[in-house]
C-alpha cells in the first residue's frame, strides 16, 4: 500500500509539473504578445509621423514658391521630415523582430495591420484569498506534490528494511554439436536479500533530504507568489490611472494640433511652433496608445501571476 501511495503521489506530481510548464510557456507567449503590439504602436505612429511631416513640408514647398516662407523653412521642414523617416525605419526593424519572436512561439503570424485588435484578457478577481492561491496555482501545486511525493519516499523507506525481491527471467537458444537442432530454454531467478542493506539507509537519507528541499522550496515559492501578485495589481491600478490622464492628454493635443494647423495655413503661426505642435501630438497618441496596451498587459500578468492560463 505504501508503494502505491507512492506511485499515487508521483503520478500527481507528473500532472502538476505539466500544469506548471503550461504555466511559464504561457508566460513567455504574453511576453511576447505584449512586445508585438508595443512595436505595432510605435510602428504605425512612426508612419503617422512620416505622413504628417510630409504633408507639412508639402504646404512649406507651395508657401515658398509662392513666397510666403523662406527656403530656410523648407530645409527645416525636409529635416523634419527626414527625421520622421528615420525614425520609421527604426521601427520597421523592430516590429520586425517582434513578429518574428512570436510567430517563433506561436507557430503563427500576427495581423499585422494598424487596426489590429489587441486581445484582451479578463480582469480577475483581485481579493486573493491565500489558501485559495496556494490550492490552485501550478507552481505551487507542483512543489506540494513534489513534497507529497518526497514524504511517501520517505515512508516508504523507513519500512524498506532490506532490498525488495528481484525477480529475473532468461531466454537460450544453443545446440550441442555443428548440424544439431537449436533447443529453446527458459531460466527463472528469485533473489532474495537477507538482512538489513546499508543501500536502503542511503536512500532514506536522500528521500529525507528531498523532503526538507521540497518544503523549504514550497514556503519559498508562496511568497514568492503572493508578492507577484501584489506587485501585479499595483501595476494594474498604476496602468488605469495612466490611461485616464493620457487619453485626456491625447484629446486636448488633438484639438490643440487641429488649431495649429488652421491657423499655419493662414500665416498666423509659424513653422516652429507647426512642428512642435505636431511632434507632441504625435507623442501624446502614442502614450495613449501604449497606455492602453499596458493595462492590458498589466491585466495578463494580474492574471499570470496568479496562475491562470490566457483565455
Known sequence: SRMGAVADAEMRLIASRVRAAQLRTAGSV???????????????????????????????????KAGDLARADQHQADGAMASAEVSLAEAVSVFAGATQRLRAQTGNTPVAQATAMVQEELAPDVSVDPDALNRRHPVISEWSDRLEAARRAVELAQVQTRASPELSFAATRDRGQFGDAYQQSLTVGLRMPLGADSRNQARLATAQADAIEAETQLRLEQEQVLI????????????????????????????????????????????????????????????????????????????QALGLLPE
Open 30 to 64: 504574453r511576453d511576447s504578445y505584449w512586445l508585438w503590439h508595443r512595436a505595432r504602436v510605435e510602428h504605425d505612429l512612426a508612419r503617422e509621423r512620416l505622413a504628417g511631416a510630409q504633408q507639412i513640408a508639402a504646404d512649406v514647398a507651395r508657401r515658398v
Open 228 to 303: 507577484g501578485v501584489e506587485a501585479a495589481r499595483v501595476q494594474l491600478d498604476s496602468a488605469r490611472t495612466q490611461l485616464t490622464a493620457s487619453d485626456r492628454r491625447s484629446q486636448l493635443a488633438r484639438e490643440l494640433r487641429t488649431f495649429i494647423q488652421k491657423s499655419f495655413r493662414l500665416g498666423e503661426t509659424d513653422l516652429p511652433t507647426r512642428l512642435r505642435i505636431e511632434l507632441e501630438a504625435i507623442d501624446a497618441e502614442r502614450q495613449a496608445a501604449r497606455a492602453r496596451i499596458e493595462l492590458a498587459a498589466s491585466i495578463s500578468a494580474l492574471r
